[in-house]
């Protein structure tokens, strides 16, 4: 069937199947914030737009006088950005997918877009299509792609003057936003397109609807193609494909639509920033906390790094990525397309969640229990019921629990000052 240009029908669209399988992604921010790399990605916001104390006296330290926004540009010169060592890193993280930044609130483009002269990463800065260079890396490593692109830029004069009418005039859009948005379609055909910058206008001054049903009857990628939900004010949680809802946004009970938790490695920037902190570093237990949660009810995990202004990745966020992929590697069978169960979280502790693939269960237990014996009171044990500890040969010993439930004998941990920490997965097959 084709798609009309109005939510109802766009929002008819079955999800494809790549993305809730995949469950697990890597987010880039990189731009020309990456310069300053102070604050957060929306530096030149906090610094010109709401002129905040502490970003005006920090360019007066670091930059001559009369310093314009413009000239950290030729700064963002992704010397030592090797995009095939990006993807190896992200495959060994355990990412089924990745999404970069292709153009952020500041309108810098990380590709030759035709309509950001001189505003790009072909004519300034790296001289070279950052979007293509790591979309071909990714595609020989046989992980999705998805582009984020934001709708608005905070300072382009055409936006700016669509704002002063009320958005009742639509310049921007036409000569800029869609014009790159078709332009990153066809030249890059991406998996996913995460879209931002909606809020502060409705859907029909971005022209949303009518991009969408293009993009889902007529484009290239018609048939694969995955979106979220920021198209314009008031569509998040709403409309779209997966939900976002907002930043690292968290249900307490499983959604009844397909959603995403985005997070970020750096706890208080999406960007980099070169006075980041350990402590602001999220350790790998939160990371997969955060992971098993989400899952267990039905979201994938977007997990966010942002390299320098040359295109590192710093070692810190390269160890917590293969930590994680590490933990994957192990116990990613409960991960990767599985579905939420009955119960998505044990209901006497929090420390406990659960995934299913048909008649297979699996608890996540993020703590591993003193006396050694696992408690769980959701499953139905029967008289077949066998019990595994994913990456441990040979199954586990187990009795029913007066009253209710299952105790398992774990196998027994080396004694260590310190609790074990990371998060086990118990496969239990013939329970209900």
């Known amino acids: 069937p084709r798609y009309r240009p109005d939510w109802a029908s766009l929002d008819a669209r079955p999800l494809p199947a790549w993305f809730d399988r995949a ?126 692109h934001s709708l608005m830029e905070w300072f382009n004069p055409l936006y700016l003057a669509d704002k002063q009418n009320d958005f009742k005039t639509q310049s921007f859009v036409l000569k800029k936003t869609m014009p790159e948005l078709y332009d990153l379609v066809l030249k890059y055909k991406p998996d996913l397109i995460w879209s931002d910058g909606d809020w502060e206008a409705p859907d029909s001054y971005w022209n949303s609807t009518s991009f969408l049903a293009w993009l889902y009857n007529d484009s290239p990628v018609k048939d694969t193609v995955v979106v979220n ?82 295109g590192v990745i710093v070692p810190i966020f390269q160890e917590r990525l293969l930590a994680l992929g590490r933990w994957l590697d192990t116990n990613g069978e409960a991960i990767y397309e599985s579905q939420p169960w009955r119960v998505q979280v044990e209901n006497t502790t929090d420390t406990v969640w659960y995934t299913s693939k048909g008649p297979v269960v699996f608890a996540i237990f993020l703590l591993w229990p003193r006396d050694n014996v696992l408690h769980l009171s959701s499953p139905i044990p029967s008289p077949g019921t066998r019990v595994t500890l994913l990456g441990f040969a040979g199954t586990l010993e187990w009795q029913i629990q007066p009253g209710t439930g299952m105790l398992i004998t774990l196998p027994y941990m080396l004694p260590s000052p310190l609790p074990p920490q990371s998060g086990w997965v118990v496969k239990l097959e013939g329970v209900k």
């Open 229 to 310: 939900d920021r198209w314009g004010r008031g569509c998040s949680c709403r409309h779209g494909g997966f939900y976002n809802c907002a930043d690292k946004y968290r249900p307490g009970t499983l959604p009844e639509h397909k959603w995403e938790m985005c997070s970020s490695l750096d706890r208080l920037s999406w960007g980099y920033r070169s006075n980041m902190s350990l402590p602001e570093v999220m350790d790998e237990m939160s990371v997969i906390e955060e992971l098993v949660q989400t899952v267990s009810l039905g979201g994938n995990y977007l997990l966010n790094v942002g390299p320098t202004k040359e």
């Open 23 to 148: 469950k697990v992604g890597v987010f880039v921010h990189w731009g020309v914030f990456s310069v300053p790399a102070w604050g957060s990605e929306w530096f030149w916001w906090h610094w010109q737009g709401q002129h905040d104390a502490a970003y005006e006296s920090f360019v007066r330290r670091r930059f001559p006088p009369g310093t314009t926004y413009a000239e950290f540009a030729p700064h963002f010169t992704a010397h030592d950005f090797q995009p095939r060592q990006w993807a190896q890193l992200f495959q060994r993280a355990g990412a089924r997918y990745v999404v970069l930044t292709t153009k952020h609130h500041e309108g810098f483009t990380n590709w030759g877009s035709p309509v950001s002269w001189n505003w790009n990463s072909v004519d300034t800065g790296p001289h070279r299509d950052l979007v293509g260079e790591l979309g071909e890396a990714l595609r020989e490593s046989n992980l999705r792609y998805g582009l984020y």
